[in-house]
């Protein structure tokens, strides 16, 4: 796609980059050399630190590894997405892994000195002000992973080649910081490292509006802002101390639970049996029954990704 040039950089193995990317703006993370590279990627809204890029709502929405549309979520209770993936020429890549720290090489290769995504992350988003410990689970773009048969994550080798490129669309204004991911003993990078470039551009015509308009988008009252916090200001202090006066105030409360009677005709109460009788779903036919109910509303009703899709519960 052509777009309008703003801003380009080089970002050299050791190093990262904070960049200040507009609602629609995009930026291009882009492979300068052969042998794929790794980018550790964290997003912030740009007016308001304390929310940034949640890898575990973009899992749930969008599986193991999001590719071209997916959205990137911010953590509850904003819940919303300020980012989305425009383009991606590899399609491999990971938000299951953590970001690579000092900790990781010393504990696991004997290496107390060596780079790493943490402390890139950390030095390149101090040019706004940020510490350490405001870095956050990181998207790690052309970081090629998967979950073995016994359920544990495994780190394949870089598909990436020189060219090859994803772009991000802010879709809030946003600071979005890159780094050049420090892993020369895994194969996350081939075991060598890389430059890679960095570019702004102007979002195309038309191109925010098609993501803006897609069911993800959709704004709902359960999407909180701070303005809705009972406590609105950032804390300035480290130590925790006690709020004397603090009465607790749960909403949602009391959650009361109440009978409801369902007739069934005989042919009902049949397949609530055949059901109770698989030994899948409770022991009565009513612990039937709230399996058959929800499944079948979820299958009709939810949206977005499904869980809870077993096949023998099809009444
Ligand atoms: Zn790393």
Redesign the pocket.
Known sequence: MDRELLYETVIEPGTGKALELLRGQVLRIEQLADGGQ?A?FNCFNLHDYKEHFHTARTRHVHGLQPSTGAYLWSAPPRDRPIAVVVADTVGSNDILYG??SAWLYDYQYGLPVHA??HDMQAEAQREYGLTPDDVHDSFNFFMNTGVDQEGRPYIGPNMARKGDYVEIMALIDTLMVANV???DVMA?NNFQYKPLRLAVYAGAEGELRGYESRPEMRRLQTQRTPEQFRIKEVKPTRELTRDPSYVPDFINVPITLADVSVELTDEDAALLDGLVGTGDFGTSRGEALRWAFHHWWIKRYMQGPKHLDRESAQA
Request: hydrophobic letters at 10%.
């Open positions: 790794c550790d970001r690579c790493n995504c991911c420090g892993a996350t």
